[in-house]
């Protein structure tokens, strides 16, 4: 769908520079979607594996970050491969709504409640990120940190909508829970893609 070099906005890695490759295609549905423009598989070009990695390599990204859309709908062996190759680190940003094809150097599973995550994602995670639309997400975020890794990293983000009302019940969620941390868009405030 496109290609970028940014900041990454939220999770484990926010802050660092990052390349994005957001591939379209998307069948999980959440209501508050920002990006429905991706939902549509065939509604964007296709554009070949060397193409997308030569660009990342040239921006000096040292990370890519591979988002939807879903993009676990697609095999990602040949671009995870490639990637590596190349020298880069490749990060995924997936709902878990399919097992993960590729060879990842960070997982960041934010389940959805519309498409429930396949179970073999859950080990793979290495970053659990719930999007905080109303109070009683604390309870599903609880259900999810409960199939994770022991060592995975938990983050709580307000959805952006919500961000006023959420933001001060995260704060006490998570000094009541310190596993937990917060995770803000800050690209949104950068007002960067
Ligand atoms: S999984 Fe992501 S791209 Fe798909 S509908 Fe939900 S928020 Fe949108």
Redesign the pocket.
């Known amino acids: 769908m496109e290609d970028f070099y940014t900041i990454q906005g939220e999770g484990f890695y926010q802050g660092h520079a990052a390349y994005f490759i957001r591939l379209g295609g ?1 069948d ?3 209501v508050w ?1 920002d ?1 429905k423009e ?2 549509d598989v065939n509604a964007h070009p296709k554009i070949s594996v060397n193409d997308l990695v030569k660009k990342a390599k040239s921006s000096g990204t040292e990370i890519v970050v591979i988002t ?3 993009p676990a709908m697609h095999n990602l062996e040949s671009l995870t491969e490639e990637l590596h190759k190349a020298g880069l680190k490749t990060n995924i940003e997936t ?1 878990g709504a399919y097992p993960l094809t590729g060879n990842w150097d960070w997982v960041c599973l934010s389940p ?1 409640k519309f498409k429930a995550p396949h179970p073999s994602v859950f080990e793979k995670a290495d970053e659990l990120k719930i999007i905080v639309y109303n109070k009683s997400d604390f309870d599903w975020a609880e259900e999810h940190a409960n199939k994770v890794r022991n060592t995975t990293e938990l983050f709580l983000q307000p959805e952006w909508s919500k961000e006023k009302e959420m933001v001060p019940l995260i704060i006490d969620y998570v000094k009541a829970n310190p596993k937990w941390k917060v995770t803000l868009q800050i690209h949104k405030y950068m007002n960067i893609p």
């Open positions: 998307c999980v549905g959440c979607c990006v991706s939902w939807g859309g879903e709902s959805k």
